[in-house]
Each structure stands twice: as structure tokens, then as C-alpha cells.
Nanobody, 125 residues
Framework: QVQLVESGGGLVQAGGSLRLACAVS????????MGWFRQAPGKEREFVAA????????SYTASAKGRFTISLDNAKTTVYLQMNSLHPEDTAVYYC??????????????????WGQGTQVTVSS
């Protein structure tokens, strides 16, 4: 059974950094896409970043470009999201997800097959 477990969330001041991690078990990465989404209170879950486990190509939402970096560990069992220059509007629950049959690096929630439980990120002003 595939399981995704996020960690690394917390409270940080504006301008600070956090590194989220998502450990995947029950699945050997082959040609998957791993993604990070976030959901703020009262808002829809939105795409943040994703990476292909085969090509290591990455995609970012506009607000994340230049501030966030998605990466994989060498064993390809953990995906990271390094978040720098955090803003209060980055406050949300962050979820990782996996797309088992990607045709591209998807940015739509419906394209992802399994999800983690989420980790809270709070950025104070």
C-alpha cells in the first residue's frame, strides 16, 4: 500500500525558510510525478510544484518560482520542497501527492493518485 508522509511544517516569520519532506513507501519510483499542493483556509487546494522522478524536470506555480525548489533524494524515496523568502500568504496546509501515470507534469489535483495527510505551514508577518 502506498503511503505518503509529510513533515517539516511549522511557524516561521516572513522572510524565513522551511524545508518540507514527503517520504513515500510502498512504491518504487519509476516514471512517476511527485507534486506539492497547498490549501489555505476557505480556499481551494492549489498546485505549488512538481517533479518527474525519471527526468527530474520540475514545474512551479508562478508565486513559487524563484523562491521554492522541489527535489528528490538519491534513493528517490523522499521529495523535498525548500521554501525561501516566505510570505504570510504562503500560510496553508501543504500536501504531497503522486501521479502514477503521468503524460506530463500535471498541475491539476485530479491527476494525482495518492495524497499525504498534510503539514501546516504558518508564516507570521
Amino acid at each position: 500500500q502506498v503511503q505518503l508522509v509529510e513533515s517539516g511544517g511549522g511557524l516561521v516569520q516572513a522572510g524565513g525558510s522551511l524545508r518540507l519532506a514527503c517520504a513515500v513507501s510502498g512504491r518504487s519510483f519509476s516514471y512517476d510525478v511527485m507534486g506539492w499542493f497547498r490549501q489555505a483556509p476557505g480556499k481551494e487546494r492549489e498546485f505549488v510544484a512538481a517533479i518527474s522522478t525519471s527526468s527530474l524536470s520540475a514545474s512551479y506555480t508562478a508565486s513559487a518560482k524563484g523562491r521554492f525548489t522541489i527535489s528528490l533524494d538519491n534513493a528517490k524515496t523522499t521529495v523535498y520542497l525548500q521554501m525561501n523568502s516566505l510570505h504570510p500568504e504562503d500560510t496553508a496546509v501543504y500536501y504531497c501527492a503522486i501521479d502514477f501515470s503521468p503524460r506530463k507534469i500535471a498541475t491539476t489535483r485530479a491527476d494525482y493518485d495518492y495524497w499525504g495527510q498534510g503539514t501546516q505551514v504558518t508564516v507570521s508577518s
